[in-house]
Protein backbone atom coordinates (compact mmCIF):
# COMPACT_ATOMS: atom_id res chain seq x y z
CA UNK A 1 0.00 0.00 0.00
CA UNK A 2 1.45 3.32 -0.68
CA UNK A 3 1.91 5.56 1.77
CA UNK A 4 1.51 9.34 1.19
CA UNK A 5 4.36 11.28 1.93
CA UNK A 6 3.85 13.47 5.26
CA UNK A 7 2.94 17.28 5.52
CA UNK A 8 4.31 20.18 6.97
CA UNK A 9 7.82 20.45 8.74
CA UNK A 10 10.45 17.67 9.72
CA UNK A 11 10.16 16.98 13.02
CA UNK A 12 13.42 16.66 14.90
CA UNK A 13 11.64 14.61 18.20
CA UNK A 14 14.22 15.21 21.30
CA UNK A 15 17.25 16.07 18.56
CA UNK A 16 17.98 19.48 18.17
CA UNK A 17 17.58 21.04 14.71
CA UNK A 18 19.76 22.90 12.89
CA UNK A 19 18.74 26.31 14.01
CA UNK A 20 18.44 25.27 17.80
CA UNK A 21 22.41 23.57 17.41
CA UNK A 22 23.15 27.26 16.11
CA UNK A 23 21.14 28.47 18.96
CA UNK A 24 22.96 26.21 21.67
CA UNK A 25 26.38 27.11 20.07
CA UNK A 26 25.66 31.25 20.41
CA UNK A 27 24.13 30.29 24.17
CA UNK A 28 27.34 28.21 25.36
CA UNK A 29 29.74 31.61 24.68
CA UNK A 30 27.00 33.96 26.85
CA UNK A 31 25.41 35.33 24.63
CA UNK A 32 22.12 37.20 24.77
CA UNK A 33 18.72 36.88 23.36
CA UNK A 34 19.42 40.08 21.37
CA UNK A 35 22.99 39.01 20.61
CA UNK A 36 22.11 35.47 19.27
CA UNK A 37 18.97 37.44 17.43
CA UNK A 38 21.47 40.01 15.20
CA UNK A 39 24.07 36.59 15.03
CA UNK A 40 20.66 34.78 13.27
CA UNK A 41 19.03 37.86 11.90
CA UNK A 42 16.16 36.58 13.22
CA UNK A 43 13.62 38.08 16.03
CA UNK A 44 14.27 38.11 19.55
CA UNK A 45 10.78 36.69 19.94
CA UNK A 46 11.74 33.42 17.66
CA UNK A 47 14.99 33.31 19.85
CA UNK A 48 13.33 32.94 22.89
CA UNK A 49 11.12 30.14 21.41
CA UNK A 50 14.61 28.56 20.15
CA UNK A 51 16.02 29.15 23.34
CA UNK A 52 13.40 27.61 25.46
CA UNK A 53 13.02 24.46 23.12
CA UNK A 54 17.14 24.60 22.96
CA UNK A 55 16.85 24.04 26.64
CA UNK A 56 14.34 21.40 27.01
CA UNK A 57 15.78 19.38 24.73
CA UNK A 58 19.20 19.65 26.71
CA UNK A 59 17.34 19.17 30.24
CA UNK A 60 19.73 22.32 31.20
CA UNK A 61 18.89 25.85 32.06
CA UNK A 62 20.64 28.87 31.03
CA UNK A 63 21.90 29.35 34.33
CA UNK A 64 23.75 25.61 34.35
CA UNK A 65 24.80 26.54 30.97
CA UNK A 66 26.54 29.59 32.13
CA UNK A 67 28.10 27.37 35.22
CA UNK A 68 29.14 24.89 33.17
CA UNK A 69 30.81 26.33 30.34
CA UNK A 70 32.92 29.04 31.73
CA UNK A 71 35.35 28.92 34.28
Not at 20 to 36: C, F, H, P, S, W
Request: proline share 7%; charged share 20%.
Amino acid sequence: MHRPAPRGRRSYGGQLSPRETQVAQLLATGATNNDIAQALAISPRTVEQHVANTLKKLHTTRDNLATTERP
